[in-house]
């Protein structure tokens, strides 16, 4: 079994059994799935990472598209309703004077704050969302899951913009959101460019210029 696969303790009910198995495939599929996409991983390659048969994964997850989307969900909620909550604070925080920068703070230092200290698997994760979201699949994904704290987001830049168009705020929030995704890749690309003086992983080195950066990029859009 893999390196990642927990131990058989004894005195474990079935329902602690199961529940510990899927955690297992999850990992695994979303360490794969962040690598190679859905279309680049086959059910015998998370099987195998695992440490089980075929079967087993089978008698838990229909077909690798079940599987997906279990990995998407497994997350998702947790990362959209902290941004949620994140946005709910800084409204009733800014009351009738949000800004932008203060907006985008909400939104993006809250993500990343889970993505680094919840460590490599929620690392994996944020590789996972950057890589499957320009995908028809992932894109469907995106919609169901993200949705609600995107438009509630985008409410707040309206109240800070009054005199932007919904048009230049939804394409700047679309800036925002590549920009976003290039980060969650963690490609190393920044790595090498840069010599090693800034590194894809650091988020609390892009938390740090994020926001502020990308509120800049809003005002020259009413210009």
Request: charged fraction near 25%; proline fraction near 3%; include cysteine.
């Amino acid at each position: 079994m893999s390196s990642g696969t927990a131990e058989k303790r004894p005195g474990r009910t079935k329902a602690e059994q199961r529940a510990e198995s899927l955690e297992q495939i999850l990992d695994a599929a979303e360490y794969l799935f962040s690598k190679s996409g859905l279309y680049g991983v086959t059910l015998r390659d998370v099987a195998q990472r695992v440490g089980i048969h075929t079967t087993l994964l089978n008698y838990y997850f229909k077909d690798k598209a079940n599987l997906f989307e279990a990995v998407f969900a497994r997350r998702a909620g947790v990362t959209s309703s902290r941004r949620m909550e994140a946005l709910d604070q800084y409204e009733r925080e800014a009351g009738s004077k949000p800004t932008v920068e203060g907006a985008l703070h909400a939104f993006l230092d809250t993500d990343l704050d889970l993505y680094y200290e919840g460590g490599e698997l929620w690392m994996n994760w944020a590789a996972f969302c950057a890589r499957v979201s320009p995908t028809p699949e992932g894109t469907a994904l995106m919609d169901e899951h993200f949705d609600p704290v995107v438009l509630k987001l985008v409410s707040i830049l309206k109240r800070a913009l009054p005199d932007y168009s919904d048009e230049d705020i939804f394409w700047g929030y679309h800036f925002v959101t590549g920009a976003l995704m290039n980060t969650l890749a963690q490609t190393g690309r920044i790595d090498r460019l840069s010599g090693g003086l800034c590194h894809s992983s650091d988020f609390p080195a892009v938390k740090k210029r994020f926001a502020k950066f990308m509120a800049a990029g809003f005002m020259t859009l009413g210009k």
